[in-house]
């Protein structure tokens, strides 16, 4: 089981109901998951009995890493991987995302767009204003080839972020494979990032 990441998040942080469903649509198929999550959520039920993350409201992120612990107890770092994967494949891209490198790069952008701090927007696209306060994904292209490299330094899981690095990766380069860089430290063992190689 992984151990928590040793990052500080600010007060305040809430996380788009969106990002919290794409976990729910992760690990549907595991219906007493489902269930144990949306308990861990606090989401009440509906008049009907039945209970749903609703995608237009916000969520506080420590219910939200929460989840993510619950997942690793009982899925493990495989489950954590494939709920990062998913995010990047109904994600909607700006223009300028074009290639793999616009991909990566905009990771960070959509994480902080996906996050709120006592309830403002943690990224402004017209004026291109972030907030700190929930850490960063940095990536840096090798130029002249094939590969990169992404340094994650936030709360989430290093599974779940190895999970997206490659999810996104592979949405413009379907051959990309990504691999940890355990030389650079690991969050899970007590660092504060996580560096990821991607190749294609």
């Known amino acids: 089981m992984s151990q928590s990441s040793p990052f500080v998040i600010d007060s305040g942080i809430t996380v788009t109901g969106a990002s919290v469903y794409s976990i729910v649509e992760a690990i549907q198929s595991f219906s007493v998951l489902v269930n144990a999550l949306l308990d861990v959520m606090k989401v009440p039920p509906r008049a009907d009995g039945t209970r ?8 506080p992120i420590e219910d939200y ?15 954590l991987e494939k709920v990062g994967s998913m995010i990047p494949k109904n994600a909607v891209f700006p223009p300028n995302v074009t290639d793999i490198h616009s ?31 929930i850490g960063h994904y940095t990536y840096k292209a090798v130029p ?15 599974r779940f ?6 999810g ?3 949405r413009f380069a379907p051959i990309a494979t ?15 990032s996580c560096t990821y190689v991607i190749t294609w």
């Open 65 to 79: 890493l929460q989840a993510y612990k619950k997942i690793d107890t009982l899925l493990g770092g495989r489950g």
């Open 178 to 192: 990504v691999t940890h860089d355990l030389e650079h430290g690991c969050r899970q063992k007590g660092g504060g």
């Open 144 to 158: 002249g080839k094939n590969e990169g490299f992404m340094v994650s330094a936030n709360p989430y899981p290093c």
């Open 103 to 133: 991909a990566l790069a905009s990771i960070d952008v959509a994480f902080h767009m996906n996050h709120r701090k006592n309830g403002k927007e943690m990224f402004n696209p017209a004026t291109g204003e972030m907030m700190e306060g």
């Open 161 to 166: 972020d190895l999970g997206l690095v490659r």
């Open 52 to 59: 749903t993350i609703d995608q237009t409201q916000w969520y």
């Open 168 to 170: 996104m990766a592979q």
